[in-house]
């Protein structure tokens, strides 16, 4: 695989205008997802919902990628066709989560390890085979006044850079993700200290694994305060105090930033992304790669059933359309109100 190759995709998926749908929920979160909608989650059901939201008509104006998970890559449309072939047939290119998931890590109360490296060459040229052409590893952090200890930070730094390394060696391009968690009580400022660390971490690791930076996305927290903390930051100083920390610690040669959403409220998301791009310019892309805020209103307005398949699908292109808006810092709420016609 040439490096540009890598490059290329890794450019793709920023490019202007556009973001990452994650539609990568394990089984054990999609339950939880569907038991908001009071629907059983099945291989039928957790098929159609995916369904729903890939032949969105027009969804690709906004949408880069998707991300997916192992069940889903073998999946297909209700048409016949394989979801990562769809995909590609709307100029969308399919992804793939590869960890396997947050682990209690040994000697570390409270913290955990993300697991998945053993066998991973392998599942990558499968992966690969069934058309995915970018991934996905996520570690989890939380924040309490001593938490996360150095230890889970080095670990999970030493992991998502092996993983990186197995990926680019498949072709395809690996999207870290060190996910500090927003729950809690904190400040900004430790928010801020805390995702910097883990930052610095992964930046250090990824250079010594000899990892192709210009075929990698970050795909970080934003900078919050605790989602229970009183007095809160506002947009501005959320969009401030993330910038600060990246060019800190995230390399130009870094082609974007795709956000989480981490259980923002769907609007809050696209405005902390769009303060971002209102400062632009910045050395590279700030976009989306969001679960929850692309797809909340989306699964309510689908509610399981079939008739309500072309009200998700408008719920989802205007979600889609909105943080399409916010990549380039022109998003304002009232435009929440503008009615969209599938
Ligand atoms: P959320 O946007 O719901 O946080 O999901 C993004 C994701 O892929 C988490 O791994």
């Not at 027009?58 to 995909?87: C, K, M, W």
């Not at 947009?235 to 910038?243: E, H, K, P």
């Amino acid at each position: 695989m040439a490096h540009t190759e890598l490059h290329d995709i890794a450019q793709a998926l920023v490019a202007d205008g556009k973001g990452i749908l994650a539609a990568d929920e394990s089984g054990g979160t999609i339950k939880k997802r569907f038991d908001t909608i009071d629907l059983e989650s099945t291989e039928e059901t957790r098929r159609a919902y995916r369904d729903m939201l890939f032949t969105t008509p027009g969804a690709e104006e906004f949408i880069s990628g998707v991300i997916l998970y192992d069940e889903t890559i073998r999946q297909n449309a209700h048409d016949g066709t394989p979801f990562p072939q769809l995909l590609e047939s709307k100029g969308i290119i399919p992804g793939i989560k590869v960890d396997l998931g947050a682990k209690p890590l040994a000697l570390a109360e409270g913290e955990t390890i993300t697991e998945g490296l053993d066998g991973l060459r392998e599942r990558f040229k499968e992966y690969h085979d069934l058309g995915a052409r970018f991934a996905k590893w996520r570690a989890v952090y939380t924040i309490t006044d001593e938490l996360p200890s150095e230890y889970a930070i080095w670990t999970n730094a030493h992991a998502l850079a092996r993983y990186a390394a197995l990926s680019q060696e498949a072709g395809i391009v690996p999207i870290v993700e060190p996910e500090v968690l927003q729950d809690g009580t904190h400040a900004i400022e430790r928010s801020y200290h805390v995702s910097s660390q883990v930052l610095n971490a992964l930046y250090t690791e990824l250079f010594d694994q000899r990892v192709d930076l210009e075929g990698t996305l970050l795909k970080p927290n934003m900078v919050l305060s605790g989602y229970g903390a009183s007095n809160r930051a506002g947009v501005d100083d959320v969009a401030a105090r993330s910038l600060k920390s990246y060019y800190k610690h995230v390399p130009a040669a870094v082609p974007g930033i795709v956000f989480l959403s981490g259980g923002q409220s769907d609007e809050d998301a696209t405005a902390h992304l769009n303060a971002m791009n209102a400062r632009a310019p910045h050395p590279w892309k700030l976009s989306f790669s969001y679960g929850r805020a692309l797809q909340a209103p989306a699964l309510a307005a689908w509610g399981g059933k079939p008739e309500n398949v072309e009200a998700g699908q408008r719920a989802f292109y205007h979600r889609a359309k909105m943080n399409s808006a916010a990549t380039s810092g022109l998003y304002a709420p009232e435009m929440e109100r503008e009615a969209v016609a599938v």
